[in-house]
């Protein structure tokens, strides 16, 4: 069962999205401290809080020709897994010109008034630098979770470092957690903008119960990245 969707359009250049009219906006939540061990890094309090009740996106980086960086907030009372994200792109004129859909996000599991971090893919289409996109956002209860194999990673460690992020993770489950592990970076500036998302994978291909993994993601063109947050993940099968 879909835990909520939000139709929402953000402009090209990461700029303050309009949000499509709803039943109701309510005051938005507090955006407050990380209080997600799934998501290290120091930039939570520059994120957008979003509109209270709602899974969204609270923000938007700009689209480099390929992908269109996100962040989503759930600002439902339920903890939520599995956040799915289609987007369409538009003209200004508002004719449809493209659309995409996310390749996963990282944490899966974000409980209520958490954070979660992906993009979206647009198959390399040329859009115009004042391109209008309007999103649609799911996600799955997280009690509906009978076959679910993602395993988020705690992060332990996440430090900036010659325009790299350099941590540890750590497995927290109670069973082995195997590779492929993700690990997702977004970079933002001193007001909260959104520079970039950035991925790489651990060497680590398994860990057990309790065990470590050290990861480092190469920020490949990238001018700053002071401002970061990081999740991971891998899988139970």
Same mark, same amino acid.
């Given at each position: 069962?879909? !835990? *909520?969707? @939000? $139709?929402?359009?953000?402009?090209? #250049?990461?700029?303050?999205?309009?949000?499509?009219?709803?039943? @109701?906006?309510? !005051?938005?939540? $507090?955006?407050?401290?990380?209080?997600?061990?799934?998501?290290? *890094?120091?930039?939570?309090?520059?994120?957008? $809080?979003? /509109? =209270?009740? =709602?899974?969204?996106? %609270?923000?938007?980086?700009?689209?480099? *020709?390929?992908?269109?960086?996100? %962040? %989503?907030?759930?600002?439902?009372? =339920?903890?939520?897994?599995?956040i799915k994200v289609s987007a369409v792109a538009r003209s200004a004129d508002g004719k449809l010109i493209a659309s995409g859909g996310d390749q996963g996000f990282h944490p899966n599991l974000v409980r209520a008034g958490e954070y979660s971090l992906g993009y979206l893919y647009f198959d390399g289409i040329e859009l115009p630098a004042d391109a209008l996109f309007e999103f649609e956002v799911s !996600?799955?209860?997280?009690?509906?979770?009978?076959?679910?194999?993602?395993?988020?990673? #705690?992060?332990?460690? !996440? /430090?900036?470092l010659d325009n790299r992020?350099?941590?540890?993770?750590?497995n927290n489950h109670t069973e082995n957690v195997t590779g492929p592990m993700g690990v997702s970076v977004v970079c933002l500036d001193g007001e909260g903008t959104l520079l970039g998302h950035h991925q790489s994978f651990t060497d680590k291909d398994e860990a057990a119960p309790g065990e470590s993994i050290p990861f480092q993601v190469e920020l490949y063109g990238a001018t700053d990245c002071s401002n970061f947050l990081v999740a991971a993940s891998g899988f139970n099968f």
């Open positions: 069962e879909d !835990a *909520g969707k @939000t $139709p929402t359009s953000e402009p090209a #250049d990461g700029s303050e999205a309009t949000v499509a009219p709803t039943e @109701t906006t309510e !005051a938005a939540a $507090p955006a407050g401290e990380n209080t997600s061990s799934y998501l290290g *890094g120091n930039a939570v309090s520059l994120l957008s $809080p979003g /509109d =209270k009740g =709602k899974l969204s996106v %609270v923000l938007s980086g700009t689209y480099d *020709g390929n992908i269109l960086p996100l %962040v %989503v907030r759930n600002n439902t009372d =339920k903890d939520v897994i599995r !996600a799955k209860d997280a009690s509906d979770n009978q076959f679910e194999s993602t395993r988020d990673l #705690d992060v332990t460690e !996440a /430090d900036y992020i350099v941590g540890l993770l750590q």
